[in-house]
Nanobody, 118 residues
Framework: VQLQASGGGLVQAGGSLRLSCAASGRTFSRYRMGWFRQAPGKEREFVAHISWSGGSTDYADSVKGRFTISRDNAKNTVYLQMNSLKPEDTAVYYC????????????WGRGTQVTVSS
């Protein structure tokens, strides 16, 4: 499985970015997808995840109401729309694919840097 995240960049506080993660290697539409982030000096943390069908989503409290996760199974891509960005959203953002048999987020992309200036 290969996951390639893109769309990061530098944005001012209050701005928006949309991250994309293109997947290949196995049937994308069968698996839960998620976004995580890691800020400098901090552990990686959960941001959002979406079910295989897109019918169920969940978010970290810190991003609820500002971020939206979605997916396009025809394009093997998951998105993270980030609005009302804050400096504390600055981090490297990673997409991940859940492995049901392992019971973990098993496959990870390389990450894309998001920097929010105040």
């Amino acid at each position: 499985v290969q996951l390639q995240a893109s769309g990061g960049g530098l944005v001012q506080a209050g701005g928006s970015l949309r991250l994309s993660c293109a997947a290949s290697g196995r049937t994308f539409s069968r698996y839960r997808m998620g976004w995580f982030r890691q800020a400098p000096g901090k552990e990686r943390e959960f941001v959002a995840h979406i079910s295989w069908s897109g019918g169920s989503t969940d978010y970290a409290d810190s991003v609820k109401g500002r971020f939206t996760i979605s997916r396009d199974n025809a394009k093997n891509t998951v998105y993270l729309q980030m609005n009302s960005l804050k400096p504390e959203d600055t981090a490297v953002y990673y997409c991940a694919q859940y492995a049901d048999l392992a019971g973990t987020w098993h496959y990870w992309g390389r990450g894309t840097q998001v920097t929010v200036s105040s």
